[in-house]
């Protein structure tokens, strides 16, 4: 099973549930869907403060803005061409859709 962030931003609820379903178990799908958004995740890291992670990176440095497609704002064109090359070489025949680099926010 594949999920990305794209699906999860698009649809948590249904996202969960498939992934509940997938595994096997019931759950509380709004519960976890409320507990694992990026607005609870990123305020829990907050509540850290300035402290640093064991790996050595400051807390607040996993979390941007949660926005899909935001990697164009810090990768080059040749940078996502060779992440391109990689996940095709990687996830071929897999049935992963590798067009999940040209999403957007509105699709």
């Not at 999920?3 to 249904?14: G, I, R, S, W």
Request: some cysteine; hydrophobic content about 35%; proline content about 1%.
């Amino acid at each position: 099973m594949f999920v990305t962030y794209e699906d999860l931003k698009a649809n948590p609820e249904e996202t969960v549930r498939k992934i509940a379903e997938f595994l096997g178990c019931k759950t509380k799908v709004e519960e976890i869907v409320k507990e694992c958004s990026f607005e609870k995740l990123r305020s829990t890291s907050k509540e850290r403060g300035e402290g640093v992670h064991w790996s050595g990176n400051k807390y607040d440095m996993f979390f941007r803005k949660g926005v899909v497609g935001d990697w164009k704002n810090y990768l080059t064109q040749e940078m996502m061409k060779e992440l391109e090359d990689i996940a095709d070489l990687k996830w071929r025949g897999t049935g992963l859709d590798l067009n999940i680099f040209y999403r957007t926010a509105s699709q």
